[in-house]
């Protein structure tokens, strides 16, 4: 039978019908079949060197950012193609003010970032304090439960403070910070959110700066790992060693803060943000994070919080993304 005797053979409805499906189907638009794209932004840390001589050297743990990234690519679900960019503060927030498709990990959420961005709350992570170095605690002006003053500090101009540019400290804090005097603090800008202010502090560039408890822990750990022998692999500022830098509570910022994932707020931004929410929010995910925070803080930090931080991850739920 030839061809025209097959299309005869059926009633023309039918034949229509199945010539508009397969237009259909050969012309449907390629989004119904694209793979989404994700970049996952986090800072960048510093890495150590593997024990084999000359091989290259390999990142170490990045945080709090790169378990929550290895977590949602591999948990994620739908066909997507998972991305991760190290930069700087400055230039992962404009990417999402600028609704690229890309998600923050680990930002404090405030009201201003809300306003450009959809956010899931991750963790609840102890107040920053003020990192010294030893030999500048004498300088530095205290209250008698031995919280720092950072208005005195200010006042006193004995002590020179750094801090890095376009991060938020919270929201209490940051409005302190605002209405510092002139020359008070000089603001860098860093490849990441903290780790290289640590070594401004500890050779001296500066002599103080703010900063997470467990940030300084976990820079002390690695960069003893470094000096144990593997230091011909590391990075510049993983050399400098952070042993004499003490952490000291800021007096009137006692209150943990709330640090979570933020992706452009646009379409794209709430599609994403609600699968961050489906991937987080499972009883499982829910224990690995709770778990791999832990780990990272101090016993001390663990005692005061440790209570406050279950309670976030286990009985209130977290605040989701894109809203409604």
Known sequence: MNRRSLLSSFPSTTVALSIAGALCALFAPATTWAVDKIVWLMPELDTVAPPSPGAASVPVRRGLAQPLSDYLTANWGTPAKHEVLIAN????????????????????????????????????IPPHQLMVRRDALAKLPRHTDGDADLEKIWAEKQLRGAIVAGRSYGRALDALLARRPPGAIEEYTTSDFGGNMLSMIAIGRADYTIEFDFVLANQQELRA????????????????????????????????????????????????????????????????????????????????????????????????????
């Open 225 to 324: 790992t470094v000096a144990a022998g593997s230091a011909g692999g590391a990075s510049g500022n993983a050399k400098v060693s952070t042993a004499d830098l003490v952490s000291v509570p800021i007096e009137g910022f006692s209150s943990p803060v709330i640090s979570g994932i933020a992706c452009p707020r646009n379409a794209w931004g709430k599609r994403t943000i609600e699968q961050v929410e489906r991937v987080l929010s499972t009883p499982q995910a829910r224990q690995f994070m709770r778990d791999e925070f832990i780990s990272h803080l101090s016993p001390e930090a663990q005692a005061r919080y440790g209570s406050r931080i279950d309670a976030f991850y286990f009985y209130a739920k977290p605040a989701g993304g894109a809203p409604k």
């Open 89 to 124: 503060v400055k230039r992962s927030w404009r990417m999402v003010e600028d609704g690229e498709q890309a998600c923050h990990l680990g930002v404090l959420r405030t009201p201003e970032r809300e306003a450009v961005a959809y956010f899931f709350d991750t963790h609840l």
